[in-house]
């Protein structure tokens, strides 16, 4: 499937966010390397601090598919550029490899990036 297509898919998971809180709706869609695809939006929480962000929700979905080879991930939310995950879904992407990140914004102004790019030196625990 094409980046445009994949975008407009997380645009349409977007719209399913519930963002009572924030008002601020973003959009996610995993594509595995067998080529399933996975959504995603912010759920968040009147205990702020259980939001979870589309990202991850789109990740957690394809693994609790057992789907854990991800080829791509986009994310799209309506801002003036695309939008920048944060932090701590950088550390979830970073679980599961170094794969191609697109950032989007409605207008379909897209970042191609991966994550390595998004969070260098990031944490693995060795023991
Ligand atoms: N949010 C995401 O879904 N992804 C991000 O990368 C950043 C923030 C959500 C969490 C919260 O529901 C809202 O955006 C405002 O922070």
Request: charge should be neutral; charged fraction near 25%; include cysteine.
């Amino acid at each position: 499937m094409k980046n445009e297509d994949l975008i407009e898919m997380a645009v349409e998971s977007m719209k399913k966010a519930y963002s009572p809180y924030s008002g601020f709706r973003v959009g996610a869609v995993v594509v595995t390397k067998s080529g399933k695809i996975f959504t995603g939006c912010n759920i968040e929480n009147s205990s702020y601090g259980l939001t979870i962000c589309a990202e991850r929700v789109a990740i957690f979905s394809a693994i609790a598919s057992g789907e854990r080879d991800i080829e791509k991930l986009v994310v799209v939310a309506d801002t003036p550029e695309p939008v920048s995950p944060c932090g701590a879904c950088r550390q979830v992407m970073s679980e599961f490899g170094d794969f191609e990140v697109i950032l989007a914004n409605f207008q379909g102004k897209h970042t191609i990036t991966k994550v390595s790019a998004l969070l260098p030196y990031a944490f693995k625990l060795k023991r």
